[in-house]
Every structure is written in C-alpha cells, then in structure tokens.
C-alpha cells in the first residue's frame, strides 16, 4: 500500500482571525516543515487545499486524503495522492503557489479552496476569478490534466444573496471552464458537532473519513478512465 504524501503547513485554522499572512508571489511555500511526497508509480492526484487538506488537528493518517488513498488502494489503482494543504490560505494564496506545487506533473488536480474565502466574507467575483486562474495555471502545466473543483460553501450568517452567490460561483466555474465538480464534501459533516472538533469548523477522524467518502464518490470514477491508474 502507497503511503499517502503530505505537504502541510500547520497554521492557524480556517477562519481564525489570527491566521498567519500568506506568502508573497516571491517566497516560495517551502521549508523545513514541508515534506513533499514524489509518485514512484501509477497516477499521481494533486490536491491543492487548505486546512481540511492539512488535515489540521489530525494525526496524517486520519485527514481524509489519507484516507482516500487507502479507498483507492482497496479499490486496486496504482495512485498517488498528494496532500498539498495550507491553513488558513484563501483562494488567492492557493493561486501564488499553485505554480510551484505544479513542478512535478500530476495526472489528476483537485482544487479545494475558497472555504476561508467565505468564512472571511471576501468578494465572490474575485474567488471566481481566481479559481479560474488557478485552473488555467494547472492546464498550462499539464493539457492533459483531469481537473476537479470541490464546491465550497459560506456560512448563512453572511446572509442569504452571500451563500448563494458563493454557491453559484463554483458550479459556474465548473461549467464554464469544463471541470468536474466534486459536489460539496463536508455533506453530513459540517455543522456536526459528533463530526467535528471543538473548534467546529474542522472534522474529526470520524467527519474526515465520510468527506473522504464523500470525494471519493467522483475521484474514483475520474480514476477508473484513466489509462494505467487500475492495477487490475
């Protein structure tokens, strides 16, 4: 079984009015604390993501990339997944590093950002353009790439035309830019209090392993298209 890669920055959690700023353009996401994951074999899945990716306040083996990777292990695919998670970075962030998290190839990158977006209340046109950005760097990187973008969601106490068009931004981009769309993976999960930890925003073991199932439930047919991804 492939271990799962990690490349976590522990920050401050998603939404936390203490998070730590995000780098700028010139410094690269890289230092001691980071530890990159290399595919040796089969098909390597990129997740771009934040504190959920992280797996914040999770021993690795339980954040839910590290649980899809044991999903896609039982399943027989020759898979890599590398957890490339940042707390606290908005979709913005994702954006400035997204170039250096591409230098290795990836056959499959998933896009989980835009949750702190929300949580802070920022512009919706400005998340949408970002993301489209971000899809567009990943393409330049890699035409071939399958893309999936996971829907994020803005707490209803930013009011109703806030949530709403937060919702449509991502379904948009998916359409318009030809993406999938990993429908909402905290489903079951948020706003949970069995699911989550005390701060009530990140899952516990138990709320990691349903979003997993959750996301699973579009990877791994993206996966099964995939030419040399099945092992048998």
């Known amino acids: 079984m492939m271990a799962v890669g990690a490349l976590c920055i522990a920050g401050a959690c998603a939404g936390d009015s203490g ?4 780098p700028p353009p010139s410094v690269p996401v890289e230092s001691s604390t980071v530890a990159t994951a290399r595919a040796t074999e089969g098909v390597r899945v990129l997740i771009i993501g934040t504190s959920l990716t992280a797996g914040l306040g999770l021993s690795p ?3 839910y990339p590290a649980v899809m990777q044991r999903l896609a292990d039982s399943a027989g695919f020759r898979t890599t997944i590398v957890a490339a998670g940042l707390s606290g970075e908005t979709s913005a962030g994702a ?3 997204v170039d250096w ?3 290795d190839p990836a056959e499959v990158v998933v896009i989980e950002t835009g949750a702190n977006d ?3 209340g920022l512009d919706v046109d400005t998340t949408r353009a970002n993301l489209v950005a971000i899809i567009g760097k990943v393409r330049s990187a ?3 790439a399958r893309v999936l973008l996971a829907q994020m969601e803005a707490p209803p106490n930013l009011g109703a035309r806030y949530t709403r068009t937060f919702h449509e931004a991502f379904m948009t981009v998916a359409r318009d830019e030809g993406v999938t769309l990993i429908p909402f993976f905290l489903e079951g999960v948020a706003g949970d209090r069995s699911m989550n930890q005390d701060d009530g925003i ?3 073991a138990e709320g990691a392993h349903r ?5 699973w439930r579009t990877l791994g047919p993206v996966l099964r298209d995939i030419p040399g991804a099945r092992a048998r």
């Open 19 to 22: 998070a730590k700023p995000e």
């Open 101 to 103: 998290l591409l230098r």
């Open 142 to 144: 890699n035409p071939t």
């Open 211 to 215: 979003a997993a199932r959750n996301m």
């Open 118 to 120: 929300g949580l802070r």
């Open 95 to 97: 954006l400035r590093r």
């Open 61 to 63: 083996d339980s954040a």
């Open 202 to 204: 990140h899952p516990n």
